[in-house]
């Protein structure tokens, strides 16, 4: 029962404003694709078009390998309630709402730009390494894209990782670290083992990184679960990290630093080059 009502105030995918409305009637914009990605397919709700990001490798050993970095939600969402409320497949044949508007710190540091700064920084270590990152969004302006359309950034970059990257908001009094989460039970090979074994690599790195998992919800760092359209609808290796709960003093110290998003940063771009040389 813990668990139940924990999860009803922590997962910063189930907060949304206002209620479901239609989708809004103007057709979504096509993004013309960099060269090697090819442009996520368009959907009854209404957001700014997934764009993405291709880089060229300059240096390391990646390779080329394509990681697509997910960062949660979006700093328009708030304002877009009918686009974002607009419900999309997420799997196991539900549907859910297109996006939300994700949680924040009790001084008002947003999850939405938290997480585009740690995914930012994520991705200059990977590119410095000589891996491709793909972006399921290119600003922190924007509305979306929908759960849906970032998992088929992933899909259609053919990603060797895909990291989605949160920030909880549990208000439950002394709750606090980090956890990552993968799809279970898995509804394809890569939602097994592989993805399996890049939460693991996640959650060791924060680890080794100085980092604690979370004391109230998951289990040793790591929580399966079967109700995220981004996990769900995913044919490529993904997991998906809450970095921290924003609510709680200590680690919204941590989330809110610049030092601090490094340092996160620093752990996720080493625990995808891990698991990839595995
Ligand atoms: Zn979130």
């Not at 050993?61 to 979006?74: E, R, T, Y």
Request: hydrophobic share 35%; with cysteine; proline share 7%.
């Amino acid at each position: 029962m813990l668990v139940a009502v924990v999860f009803a105030v922590a997962g910063c995918e189930t907060s949304t404003s206002g209620s479901p409305v239609a989708p809004a009637t103007s057709p979504p914009a096509v993004t013309t694709a960099p060269a090697t990605t090819t442009a996520a397919p368009t959907t009854a709700a209404t957001t700014s078009p997934p764009k993405t990001t291709t880089t060229i490798p300059v240096a390391g050993n990646g390779h080329g390998q394509v990681i697509v970095l997910d960062p949660g939600h979006n700093g328009a969402n708030a304002s877009h309630p009918a686009e974002i409320n607009a419900l999309v497949p997420s799997g196991r044949g539900q549907t859910k709402a297109c996006n939300t508007t994700g949680t924040s710190t009790n001084a008002g540091y947003t999850e939405h730009a938290f997480t585009w700064d740690v995914a930012n920084r994520v991705r200059a270590e990977l590119i410095a390494h000589g891996y491709q990152v793909v972006m399921t969004r290119n600003d922190d302006t924007g509305v979306g894209p929908c759960v849906n359309q970032r998992a088929a950034i992933g899909n259609q970059a053919n990603a060797a990782a895909v990291v989605s990257i949160h920030g909880d908001g549990s208000d439950v009094a002394g709750t606090h670290g980090f956890h990552v989460e993968y799809s279970s039970p898995p509804l394809n090979s890569e939602q097994g083992p592989p993805s399996i074994a890049l939460a693991t690599a996640l959650r060791d790195s924060g680890r080794a990184a100085g980092f604690t998992t979370a004391n109230y919800i998951g289990s040793n760092g790591l929580f399966g679960r079967s109700d995220l359209g981004g996990l769900n609808l995913s044919d490529r290796p993904t997991a998906l990290i809450e970095c921290g709960n924003m609510r709680d003093a200590s680690d919204a110290a941590v989330m809110s630093s610049p030092d601090g998003r490094q340092r996160i940063a620093d752990f996720i771009a080493a625990a995808i080059m891990t698991y990839l040389k595995a």
